[in-house]
């Protein structure tokens, strides 16, 4: 069996490239969430400490007392909501064109269009708009901006993954007795949960990452976490733990969601995603 | 009463007009079968039917009621299509139960009703699986029996069994016949194989270009086809079509062949072609409506035709033996030994009692 003897190694060399490339990767994430358990001292020693001697939880703890873990929460709200939001229109919007041929053959294209305006070019127009509209440091305000920056892209790619539904299974539902609002749910839906999963999974990760608008758009009362870490950049320099706690924070929910939606992510991109 | 019927129906796809002026009643109970040509608009107008196009012009009369603006869900049918159309996140037996959850039935109404359906189709052993765990004929089964459950007024059938292999068609074209008897639904079948619609049928109705060419109980329209495309439509191998004329003979009328040979038509066909002596016409003549000549064979209308046989093609029971009859290729079903090899010269006899006459102008069957 000389044969399988060879695809044994194969797949031990294999493993072994895999094992060594996200050990690289997953480094300078496992030395952040160190740096936040380590003393200032332990942070700048060297050589350097791989290892904290004691776990210090204070950094956290400052965090939480100074109200400054209550930004990772606001990103949540903001991003959370948004999410929901720019998913649940985006996709009926999405059914709308790919069935209906809503808007022709290049409303689609015009749609994802929208998604390359450089944010900076909108901000000020946007900020002013906000001003008088009395948005800027709302809930509000924030959320509807992230849903309509992120509708575009949900759109695109909802798109895709309807056309990907064979149309026969929603005739079937149609002729079953399923109103065609019914047959969305109990078909289109589930068809596409892989991409339905995919895409919120991206449109979440923009809001969360998202700083311009949220720097411009906010003030004090919906601050997110992204904006709140560039206040740690002073001149002091015994900081870097706190940021590296708050940095912490703010990776933990992408952590949380990413390892409880894998299944749908990994299907999501393998589907036929891309479609013109 | 009618379960179906439709008056003057067209449908149109931006310039494609798919349906020209379909006129249609279906009797209850009857198993229809539309058939015709890859494109000629079987599909158009049976989702026109259903509700999943909406029709141009003309009226669709489902159980008495014109149903043009109904939905499809509130013209009760049920349809099996191409591709099965099964969820592939339900269990068999969800996807059978699906048409009936729509309807609100209790919960023991539908256990009761799935498993009469899985039962008559023999996949009560396969409720738990996934689609994905079911061989194509399985698969078949579950599409039919999702429809059956339902108990709707009208069937339809989206040529169901394209997609299965040879053996398995013929089986489950019984099982479709038998469930038929058992249920006296009305059922409309699409299908492009003419040999599904002449065992299946009640009645064809056979399309073309988007407008019946001629509808009727399927030994109807193999016998008494109304145009030449019916004609070599309907039959396998096809009708032979020879060029010809019509001329007098010495009682009867003659069919000369530009071979120069002269076929006699029985007496009793000549009164409906009074009139057209000297006339070119296109003699239609089924294969097996030759056969080898037998000497001291006296049955009225046999006519006897020297050929020499170019082609020789055994299947079994019967030899298919191509010879050039006029000016084209003809081909002749013959007993299994009747032929050995190409080369051969034989004596066929013609059956001009069953041949047809066709003007070449309207191909039209004149006779
Ligand atoms: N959605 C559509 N858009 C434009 N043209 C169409 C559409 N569907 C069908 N057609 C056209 O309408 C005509 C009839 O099509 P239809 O599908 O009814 O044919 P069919 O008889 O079912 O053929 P087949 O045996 O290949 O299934 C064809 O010319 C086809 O190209
Ligand atoms: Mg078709």
Redesign the pocket.
Known sequence: MKAAHRNRLKLAVRLAAATLITLLFLFPIYWLFMISFKTPDEIFSYPPKWWPAQLQFSSYAVLFRDGDATTVLNSLIVAGTSTVLAMFIGTLCAYSIARFRTGGDNLANWIISQRMVPPIAVVFPIFLLYVWLGLVDTFPGLILLYTAFNLPYVIWMMRGYILDIPIALEEAALVDGYTRWQMLWKVVFPMSRAGLFATAIFTFVFAWNEFLFALVLTRTEVTTYTVQVTHYFGGQSNFWSKISAMSVLGTLPIFIIVGFMQRYLVRGFSLGAVKG | MSDLKITALHKY??E?H?VKGVDLEIPAGEFTVLV??????????L?TIAGLETADAGTIEIGGEVVNDHAPRDRDIAMVFQNYALYPYMKVYENIAFGLRARRTPRAEIDAKVRKAAQMLAIDHLLERYPRQLSGGQLQRVAIGRAVVRNARLYLF??PLSNLDAQLRDEMRGEIKRLHQDLGKTMIY?T?DQIEAMTMADRIVL?RE?RIEQQGAPLDLYERPATRYVAGFLGSPTMNFIDASLERGNDALNVRLCDGTSLALPMARTAKLAGREGQRVVLGVRPEHMSRALAGDTRSGLVRYEARIDLVQPTGARTYATFRMGDTEAVAELLAHDVSQPGERIGLAIDMNRVILIDPGSDAVIG
């Open positions: 796809y931006g494609v798919a015709g040509q890859s494109g000629c608009g079987k599909s158009t107008l989702r989206d040529e699409v492009h399309l988007g």
